[in-house]
């Protein structure tokens, strides 16, 4: 390596360029460095004789027993390394990629991936190994990646020209490898003559987390003995809406100073159709596209919360959603769109669009307060730029949240779109529920008679049934055992009372819900007497002593099957309920049957007695008052007829 030949101290650029006879690259080489020095290459020899600036692998093993302790087993070749050994230099390649990250935040660390090489048996492929160089001193060490690939699908395939970034190489950590697309299938030479028939160019975008190294501190010992037995995995990315083009040596970077995370791919050539050899059949792209790396994927974010299954009216009903970003790091800044739309059998239900907050790192909470008992369908959308940029959220209703990666793909195993949420009526509230039914107010003694009780939150749903209801009726006029109604559940939110009372009065009824009033109790019944029953109703007064020309009263008492006395409202039937008769006979027939207008018995009324009837509404009287004429002698025959 040559030595670094400063500026003397009192030598100006211009002296400098006058000594250089004004040749252009003697000033370039020896002026411009300023007081600092000349750029100078090294090249890094992998002889077996090299001391220092050399390139090194060392033999690298799948089991730890084959190691002696954290030390190197140098190797300058293949197949020196023994039984499974495998020397780690990366050996002749072409069409590889190569960038570097900060080991732990620190050291610069060289990585390499994939290109087009030569096996030991003299064969050429293309590989898919993933390789390190560990500066120590002015020498460098070669790592094999111990790349964990137990599904043909779980890894990236071998290929050359593929592009790679690194992304996240900062505050103390390693970072991830990101590599798109790639050329797969032939061999650059096969490609360039014509041969490659099945070459083809690649669209996947993966990435390697690069921490991985460091599992139980080993990662050092890994960088510079080559002693990795961590097992790394690759995270194959989806990403949304469509996407770029297949190609291969393609322009890749990544924009990520300030956490924008956003990757740039430009260019490269497109394979149009694998078995297409003509002279056509790539095409050179010119094309720009991004990758927001940091924004969350609806493939990486769960919903979680009972809130998505159930929920009672009136109450803030929550569930959460846990994202990721591309990378499996927590998402910030993630916009959903969340809708609460009523089902099919939910007629009339509101729809509500409640927002969603952030609660922590790239964990969200949506709060919804429903009004309306029914089903409803939860739609949850994550991403930005409208519903076009926008995919559905799914995942588990009965699991924790979390932002764990693996945690948030076994939830989403059930593949949901939406979720089916049932919204109960809230708490009973006594005095909203209702009561309706004529028997609520008015029924007729000895009839059976029934209402409806509606038991209702403070939403007016209804409630499902199942309330302790009680329903006793209190006589208001005389002094009687309280009567209780039959109670009966529907199950749907109504309760059928029925009952029957024998005594006509006035009665309070009150509803109970739990022992609280309810349903607008008390409420006031009235009972009425059924209609007179002939067998029960009598006349009374003095019927054998009667003075001529003189007024002459005498009663009849009306009462129904129960001995109720009849009782009807004046204004209505002012003589009551039933037709009474008092005939005034001067003779008295056998009978009248058959005989239509007949009276006293098909005998011979009195026409000249003056009769009146008038209702006692009191005590369901009817009054009769009657003026005979003088010397006049007469029989009294009463008939009742009922209505």
Known sequence: MESVQPLM????????YRSSNKDYPTFLNKCLRHREARLVTQHLDSSFSCDKGCSRGVCQFKEDDRYEGDSANPCYTQGVCGGDGVCSLPGPRSGHAATSFAFNGGYSVLLLFGGEIESVSGERKLSGDVFTGYMQGSSLTWARMNVDCPEDWSCPIARRDASIAIVDSRGGSNGK?????????????DYLTGKGYAISSLDDLWYLDLDQI??????????????????????????PGGRPPSRFGAGMSILDSNGEGVLYLTGGINKKEALDTSAKSTIELN???????????????????????????????????????????????????????????????????????????????????PTVAGEYGIFIKVGRGGDKFQEAVGGDPNAPASTDPQVIKDQLESNRTFFEVLVLAATTNQMG???????????????????????????????????????????????????????????????????????????S??????????????????????????????????????????????????????GNYISTDPDELPTGSDEIQFEYCTTIGTTCEGKEGCVCNDGEPNPNVAVEVKKNFVYSLLQHTATLPKHSQNTLQHSQHLR
């Not at 490898?177 to 030479?189: P, T």
């Open 9 to 16: 101290s009192n030598e100006t650029m211009e002296d400098c």
């Open 509 to 562: 009824m009150s509803i109970t819900f739990n022992s609280v009033l309810a349903a607008g109790s008390p409420h006031t019944l009235h009972v009425k007497a059924q209609n007179s029953d002939e067998t029960l109703t009598y006349a009374y007064g003095n019927f054998r002593t009667i003075v001529t020309g003189r007024t002459h009263m005498m009663y009849v008492q009306t009462k129904d099957r129960y």
């Open 287 to 369: 094309d720009l596209y991004l990758f927001q790396l940091r924004d969350p994927f609806y493939r990486r974010c769960s919903a979680t919360g009972k809130g998505l299954v159930s929920a009672i009216a009136g109450q803030e009903t929550p569930f959460f959603v846990a994202c990721t970003d591309l990378l499996g790091a927590p998402a910030i800044g993630a916009q959903f769109d969340v809708a609460v739309l009523p089902g099919a059998s939910c007629t009339g239900c509101p729809s509500a669009y409640p927002p969603v907050l952030s609660v922590g790192v790239g964990l969200y909470q949506c709060i919804y307060t």
């Open 177 to 189: 490898l990101i590599i798109f697309g790639g050329f797969a299938g032939s061999l650059i030479g």
């Open 214 to 239: 460091n599992s139980g501190g080993a990662g050092l010992v890994c960088l510079q003995f080559g002693k990795c037995l961590n097992p790394l995995r690759w995270v194959r990315m989806d990403v």
């Open 433 to 507: 529920s209702t009561a309706r039914g004529q028997g609520l107010t008015l029924t007729t003694s000895g009839v059976g008679s029934e209402f409806t009780i509606a038991a209702v939150d403070s939403y007016m749903n209804r409630r499902p049934g199942g309330e302790d209801i009680s329903v006793v009726m209190d006589n208001m006029k005389q002094l009687d055992l309280p009567r209780a109604g039959k109670v009966t559940d529907n199950s749907d939110g109504t309760y059928t009372v029925t009952f029957a009372i024998t005594v006509s009065s006035t009665y």
